[in-house]
């Protein structure tokens, strides 16, 4: 069952990337949150959002919402970046809702992450313009701390004992990806156009967010 769902998952998914790819707006309005709409039902199927389970589909469905409120009108853009935003609290929490230990060799990789989002951040909100003084630059730097957080949290599990191998390289993996497309849409959106910046986002979006609910499904012995 599990095969499945990851595969309707990837063809909607490459669905949405043919129609971005074509320009065709319909379907990619379309198949865009259909990915996201497929992963909750899969989620949801496979272990029912029990236990910690649950702060991974909570994380799925503020995705869905952020989705939704993204394809609107631009005045809607805020409450799209709200709505990533605590899809991202979901997963930063979802990776530290266990009491182990933060692991000895963390900070081999917690500077280059926290350095990483600093930066991103700050060269973000230099490109804002002056109109954008107020809330958008504070929550854009919120946005870059809980951002750089999940994906610090994701590769600590790659250290901690309670995560198998194959679980924890998936949940890097798709952090890391979800960690990309959030970049070149904010660099393409506020800093400078990018060639095909569309279709690397979404390529890169759906990939992570099938890798980390893959993820999670593992650890917690669902998949």
Known sequence: MSVFWLV??????????????????????ITK???ILVLIVW???????RGDML???FALVFSLAGDILLMLPPR????????????????????????NPIPQDTFLYFAPVGLISFFIGKRINQALPPASLGKLRYLILIY?????????????TLLRPDWQNTAALMASAGAASFLV?????AYDRFIQPLQNARLIVRITYHLGQ?????????HFNFL
Do not use: E, Q
């Not at 809607?76 to 009491?99: E, R, T």
């Open 210 to 218: 099938i890798t980390l609910a893959a993820a999670a499904l593992a």
């Open 8 to 29: 309707l998952s990837l063809a909607a998914a490459g669905a949405n990337w043919f129609a971005v790819r074509r320009n065709n707006k319909l379907r990619a309005y």
């Open 76 to 99: 809607w853009f805020v409450g799209g970046l709200l709505g990533f935003l605590c899809a991202h609290i979901c997963y930063l929490v979802g990776f530290n809702s266990s009491a």
């Open 55 to 57: 702060w991974f589909g």
């Open 43 to 49: 989620t949801i199927t496979a272990s029912g959002w």
């Open 33 to 35: 949150p259909a990915v």
């Open 181 to 185: 497309s959030d970049v070149l849409l």
């Open 144 to 156: 870059s701390v809980v951002v750089g957080l999940m994906f610090y949290s994701a590769l600590n």
